[in-house]
């Protein structure tokens, strides 16, 4: 889509976009790894489930939100959605906790740390650290709400 500028130039909003989007991509290449941009780009598990065995919202110190749904069925988790209002690497480790849950026991979500999560992620940025806390913390609340629930 072409446009006048004010000097009667043409210019082109889709070009301008391109670039600006390659721009954004190749300086959020030089602080995330390749695996934290391919979760928050294409994220695993975003939603929320119809019926959730258990669910927990819970919103971190940067005041990011993240919400967690889980069905459990026969003590395994057999699915796990989340949302997040949050920055890209919120979304990547929302979309990383979800997948290193599906199939596991209560027991062994428990064990699931921020450590696993930036483990799976090669990394984040030391401001960003929290984000993985962040989604374990939600985890974990999802599944004390579950198990509240006396099952």
């Known amino acids: 889509m072409e446009k ?21 991509l190749k300086e959020a290449r030089e ?18 489930l119809e019926t959730p065995s258990g ?14 749904h889980i069905k459990v069925e026969e003590n395994k988790i057999i699915d796990c959605k989340f949302i997040t209002d949050g920055c890209g690497a919120s979304m990547a480790c929302g979309s990383v906790v979800t997948e290193l849950v599906k199939g596991k026991t209560i027991e062994e979500a428990l064990t699931v740390g921020h450590k696993d999560v930036l483990s799976v992620l090669s990394g984040l940025p030391e401001e960003n650290i929290h984000c993985s806390v962040l989604a374990v913390d939600t985890l974990r609340a999802a599944l004390e709400d579950y198990t509240s629930k006396g099952r």
């Open 4 to 24: 006048m500028n004010k000097k009667n130039e043409t210019f082109d909003f889709d070009e301008l976009t391109k670039k600006i989007e390659e721009e954004i």
């Open 31 to 48: 602080i995330y790894t390749e695996k934290t941009l391919e979760e928050a780009y294409n994220p695993q598990n975003v939603g929320e």
């Open 55 to 68: 669910a927990a919202r819970v919103t971190g110190p940067c005041g990011d939100t993240l919400q967690i």
